[in-house]
């Protein structure tokens, strides 16, 4: 039951480029919507969320963009930095359930 | 900055044993969750707790999980007779009340049942 999906395992850009990286979900409930980084042997790290009255939220070098009517959602990262390397996935909500729904993850790699 | 604590990073134990998963949430934080992460699959939700009582659980969560917040600073993940299949990394979270919607991770407990 893939209700939160990530289509690309790996995505690779240049130093200085925007990274795109995105997801798609199904269940029409949810409304709440995070991204968070994880380096190996670490936990995942709280980026950026979108509540699903937005449609964009920024905060700094990431930018999130929510098209409700597409069920889908995209991570904008610019510019992109070689210590953006990491795998980041997105996960989604019910509002009043704290239980996120993590997609499978994308990999991404900035290359100096 | 304030930040998750878990401990131990790694646990070995043998089928059939109890482990205890430990974990600091950061301090004014009163809502706590944890997730697990099999090896090449995604983070799955395991159960959240909130006033000493869970608030929701998976299906994951069944009767060999058990969570508890015996003092005030630690939350515990207990699993009674561990199955080859509890291998995995187990992230503890928590988040504020204000701002439940933000859970903060820990870096993960990486359970290896043999």
């Known amino acids: 039951d893939q209700q939160v999906k990530q289509n690309s395992p790996s995505l690779s850009v240049q130093e200085g480029r925007i990274s795109i990286l995105n997801c798609d979900y199904t269940?029409?409930?949810?409304?709440?919507f995070l991204w968070y980084k994880k380096y190996p042997a670490e936990g995942p790290t709280f980026l950026i969320s979108i509540s699903s009255i937005k449609d964009k939220n920024e905060d700094g070098r990431f930018t999130v963009f929510l098209n409700k009517s597409a069920k889908h959602l995209s991570l904008h990262i610019v510019p992109s930095q070689p210590g953006d390397s990491a795998v980041y996935f997105c996960?989604?909500?019910?509002?009043?359930?704290?239980?996120?729904?993590f997609g499978t993850g994308t990999r991404l790699k900035v290359l100096a | 900055e304030p930040e998750v604590t878990q401990t131990p990073s790694h646990q070995v134990t043998q089928m059939g044993q109890e482990v205890i998963l430990r974990c600091v949430p950061i301090?004014?934080?009163?809502?706590f969750y944890w997730y697990r992460q099999i090896l090449g699959q995604k983070v799955e939700f395991l159960v959240s707790?909130?006033?000493?009582?869970?608030?929701?659980k998976s299906e994951i969560f069944d009767d060999q999980f058990s969570v508890e917040r015996p003092d005030g600073s630690n939350f515990t993940l207990k699993i009674r007779s561990t199955k080859l299949e509890d291998s995995a990394m187990y992230f503890c979270?928590?988040?504020?009340?204000?701002?439940?919607?933000?859970?903060?991770f820990g870096p993960g407990t990486r359970l290896l049942v043999l």
């Open positions: 979270a928590s988040s504020r009340l204000a701002n439940l919607e933000t859970q903060y």
């Open positions: 707790f909130y006033n000493n009582e869970i608030s929701e």
């Open positions: 269940n029409s409930m949810f409304d709440y």
């Open positions: 301090s004014n934080h009163l809502y």
């Open positions: 996960a989604a909500s019910v509002t009043g359930t704290y239980k996120y729904i």
